[in-house]
């Protein structure tokens, strides 16, 4: 089954009731999803646990209006796969002020916001930071408690 994007304009004219409607519920089943989730979901994740009701095209298009809308933020992976998790402390619209750092575990390749560990740094001048990707690689708490 196929869904696009919600159109604010469809929405308001009420000309096209049930693709707003399924609209609506792909982009708030894929919100929750992301919120309900401890660890950073990437697309292909996502689109599995949404068991086939939506697209891959619509899953990207709701993903990059929830980031437009300051609900999500992007994290790209050390496998350079983008995974995406809820912001629990953006501000502004368009500005995910997130420096924290992300822990990518190897065993069971989970991303997860440490959001208390933000490091700092300093550039040399001359030097603009617009994103910033943090991550750190190693064994996460799940599998090591698992390993004992
Ligand atoms: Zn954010
Ligand atoms: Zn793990
Ligand atoms: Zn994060």
């Known amino acids: 089954m196929k869904c696009q994007l919600i159109k604010l304009r469809t929405f308001v004219t009420g000309k096209s009731n049930m693709k707003t409607t399924r609209n609506t519920a792909a982009r708030s089943a894929i919100l929750e999803l992301i919120n309900d989730s401890n660890v950073a979901l990437s697309q292909p994740a996502i689109q599995h646990k ?28 050390v496998n350079g796969v983008v995974n ?7 501000n502004h ?16 390749s989970e991303l997860t916001c440490l959001d208390q560990v933000v ?6 001048e001359g030097f603009q930071a617009e994103e910033t990707f943090f991550t750190i690689s190693g064994i996460c ?7 004992k």
């Open 119 to 124: 490091p700092s740094f300093s550039l040399p």
């Open 50 to 77: 949404l068991n086939g009701l939506c697209d891959r095209v619509t899953i990207y298009r709701v993903l990059d209006r929830l980031l437009d809308d300051g609900l999500i933020h992007k994290i790209v992976n």
């Open 93 to 108: 619209k368009h500005d995910h002020g997130h420096e924290h750092i992300h822990f990518s575990c190897r065993i069971c």
């Open 141 to 147: 708490k799940n599998c090591q408690d698992t390993q």
């Open 84 to 90: 995406y998790a809820a912001c629990s402390s953006c």
